[in-house]
């Protein structure tokens, strides 16, 4: 009887919560499937998905305090906003704003410079004045920032009033909650809690883009909606739905707290925006001149040659596949990219409990290797896939997935087979990175460090649009003979090269990571 008495108690709340739990995640599906119409496989998905990093959560994570999940919902609330707004940017410069498509492209990468240079700022001004203050503060702009451009058509007003705003906005709540998760967890929780906080990453991009789909669907294919008695284009919609979105992070700040996380991460009271600037300037210096700084820079910018992946996706893959398929093969480079995102969200809390005794440094090299080998899949000539394609499997994936009813081409099955792989890598080293560039941080600032995580995607955007320019143009043109084998060999090797620096430079820019050695 005493044995078996203290587990009741804990029993309990454990089930209570996975209760709660699976009442909301029913709501979430059917809220996709009958309110966004999205249908019943995008709304079982998205809800059992929920579901299930939920639950794994709930089991691995429950003596965890109540701030860390707190910026669980805070970080699913913030990326999924942040995301509807990226993917329907482009069409609001071009359809609201009349830029062209030069200067629409333009306007989106100055977004995408301008949002990574503030989040470098962002760490040190959120280790001067706390993480609420930063998270209103960056939520208040980046949805003032949406209304100011839902209500302005002038691509100059769009671009000073409306993008410099956001950029700042999304900039302040990026290190946040990076540094909000290492603060919250202990050093036995981290990888757990990284791994759980980058599946929620992914999640949020998920429902952002059936969100989307659901929106336009409900356009009924025009360009307009119909709300309120009056008509709206569908990207102003879009941005009034990702501020809504954002919105509900105020209340949800309310239950952050910081205190007893230790004198040294509880920001002053009272401080006036003289003292906050001073503070931060006193801060971002400190890191400047910290001896472990320039180690993680040069960490980090290697880690910039594998998240090239994530603008391949983006960027370059709808063009490959229209290249060689025709516009209908580009059509479905959204089904192709959704195969990672669905596989990460299982593969990384796996990834996450069973190296959760490991440190960061090795996981990300052998996860860096694995990404470069996914590659393999699109270097060798199709033509040696050409058996497997017509095969059960390759008709499954090229009929019943992608819905093709051409000629069944290997490359459907090599874009999944290369999603897969390179999914499983990613499950390894990409939760780690951020583990580890706060694991090192010292007490303080902890957002100063995770700001830097910003680096290798910024380094991912810069290496992608200057080699793919090239590349595509060289061996991918529009017309003429291409040679799609060297092309994707020669990403392979630059990827390749991620781990094998890593592993060369180890002894000079590797630090100790905090409860792992």
């Not at 909606?225 to 700040?253: K, N, T």
């Not at 460090?449 to 649009?465: D, E, N, Q, R």
């Amino acid at each position: 009887m005493s044995d078996s008495s203290p587990a009741a108690p804990s029993f309990l709340p454990l089930v209570l919560r996975g209760g709660v739990l699976a009442l909301f995640c029913w709501a979430v599906g059917w809220m996709a499937m009958v309110k966004l119409s999205l249908g019943i496989v995008a709304g079982c998905v998205i809800g059992s998905t929920t579901f299930g990093i939920g639950l794994y959560a709930i089991a691995n994570l429950r003596d965890a305090p109540a701030g860390l999940w707190v910026a669980f919902g805070l970080k699913l609330l913030s990326v999924t906003g942040y995301k509807i707004m990226m993917v329907v940017m482009v069409s609001y410069l071009m359809k609201d704003c009349g830029m062209n498509d030069t200067d629409a492209q333009f306007g989106y990468l100055l977004l995408g410079l301008m949002m990574s240079s503030c989040t470098l700022l962002a760490g040190s001004i959120t280790d001067a004045i706390g993480l609420r203050r930063t998270l209103a503060i960056g939520v208040t702009l980046a949805v003032t920032a949406r209304v100011i451009m839902m209500s302005v058509s002038n691509p100059w007003l769009a671009l000073t009033v409306g993008l410099i705003p956001v950029a700042i906005g999304e900039a302040l709540c990026t290190p946040v909650l990076v540094a909000a998760t290492r603060k919250f967890s202990t050093a036995e929780q981290r990888s757990v809690a990284f791994s759980v906080f980058y599946a929620l990453l992914n999640l949020g991009f998920m429902a952002g883009y059936f969100i989307f789909d659901g929106i336009k669907q409900g356009g009924g294919g025009g360009s307009t909606i119909q709300l309120f008695g009056g008509d709206y284009s569908i990207q102003r919609v879009l941005f009034a739905v990702s501020g809504g979105i954002e919105l509900f992070m105020l209340p949800l700040l309310l239950l952050l707290r910081e205190r007893g996380l230790g004198a040294e991460n509880t920001p002053m009271r009272h401080m006036t925006v003289g003292s906050a600037v001073k503070e931060s300037t006193r801060l971002f210096m400190m890191l400047l001149r910290h001896p472990g700084f320039h180690r993680l820079l040069v960490f980090l910018a290697v880690i910039g040659l594998l998240k090239i992946v994530f603008s391949i996706m983006d960027g370059v893959l709808p063009t490959f596949l229209e290249r060689e398929l025709g516009v209908e093969g580009g059509k479905r480079a959204g089904r192709a990219n959704a195969v990672n995102s669905v596989l990460i969200l299982i593969l990384a809390p796996i990834a996450g409990i069973l190296t959760r005794k490991i440190p960061a440094y090795p996981m990300v090299i052998f996860g860096g290797f694995i990404t470069a080998a996914s590659f393999i899949f699109l270097a060798l000539p199709q033509s040696v896939f050409q058996g497997l394609a017509d095969g059960t499997l390759g008709q499954w994936v090229i009929r019943g997935y992608f819905d093709w009813q051409g000629t069944a081409h290997p490359l459907f099955l090599t874009v999944v087979l290369w999603q897969v792989v390179f999914s499983v890598g990613e499950a390894f080293y990409s939760p780690r990175v951020y583990e580890y560039a706060v694991s090192i941080a010292p007490k303080g600032q902890e957002a100063s460090y995770a700001a830097l995580s910003a680096v290798p995607l910024l380094m991912g955007k810069i290496t992608t649009g200057a080699i793919f320019s090239w590349l595509l143009t060289r061996y991918c043109p529009v017309e003429g003979p291409r040679d799609t084998v060297t092309m994707w060999s020669i990403v392979g090797g630059l990827l390749l090269m991620a781990p094998l620096l890593l592993l060369a430079l180890r002894p000079f820019i590797r630090m100790k990571e905090e409860g792992k050695e």
